[in-house]
């Protein structure tokens, strides 16, 4: 009989620790909303933050971020970093080539995804002074603390095209937990790759150019942060 409460206490540990566990995770989560991040992230999915991740940016990394704009909580994957220059050039056979030169010097390289070719359709140029959308390509210089980051359903995100330059300090987090606490980390998608850039790059100077040929991982560079940042909110 002991052994048998002794086992029975033991389950009943077990129940009540995992009830807390989803008690916590539902309420320290991010619920997504809307398909700008499809396939990466589903409407419903709950997401968690890396602690400690607030005001860190990495390149290809997935943040959430505060906007300025509509004081919501975004989920977008970040692409280039300060000192950075990119652009988006689109064409009727070919409308999303995302273009980045790291650091504002050396070769431009084409930022390439999966979920990108596979849902791409009717997106425009970019980049203004601000990193909106513009009615020509042109390669734009990230500016000091600032970030450029874009959706993984492109044709159906609102991200720097709209809004411009994504703020480091009002980053809330990296995402590092997805669904059913199933490990995600930086690898959450299909993450972006640099290959090289085949076609004319708009705005480029002295020295730059097409890469000289595929790199295998577009996560270069220390990233930048971290500061601190406000706990994370509702969904993009």
């Known amino acids: 009989m002991n052994v048998r409460r002794a086992v029975l206490a033991a389950l009943g540990g077990l129940v009540l620790l995992c009830l807390l566990v989803a008690v916590a995770v539902t309420a320290l989560s991010v619920k997504v909303e809307g398909s700008s991040m499809a396939p990466t992230l589903h409407d419903g999915d709950r997401l968690l933050a890396v602690p400690g991740s607030a005001g860190e940016v990495h390149r290809f990394d997935v943040v959430l971020l505060r906007s300025r704009h509509q004081n919501a909580l975004l989920v977008k994957r970040v692409i280039a970093l300060p000192g950075d220059r990119i652009a988006i050039v689109s064409t009727a056979q070919d409308p ?141």
């Open 96 to 236: 999303f080539q995302v273009l980045l030169q790291e650091r504002g010097r050396g070769p431009v390289y084409r930022v390439t995804a999966g979920q990108w070719i596979a849902q791409a359709r009717r997106t425009g140029n970019c980049c203004a002074e601000d990193g909106t959308r513009s009615a020509r390509a042109a390669l734009r210089t990230v500016p000091a603390g600032s970030f450029f980051y874009l959706g993984d359903n492109p044709d159906l995100s609102d991200d720097s095209r709209a809004f411009g330059w994504g703020e480091i300090d009002r980053v809330e987090g990296r995402v590092g937990l997805r669904g059913a606490l199933v490990p995600a980390s930086a690898q959450l998608g299909a993450r972006p790759v640099l290959e090289e850039s085949r076609g004319t790059v708009p705005g480029a100077g002295p020295g730059s150019g097409a890469g000289p040929g595929p790199k295998s991982e577009a996560g270069a560079g220390p990233g930048v942060g971290p500061t601190s940042g406000p706990a994370p909110g509702p969904g993009p």
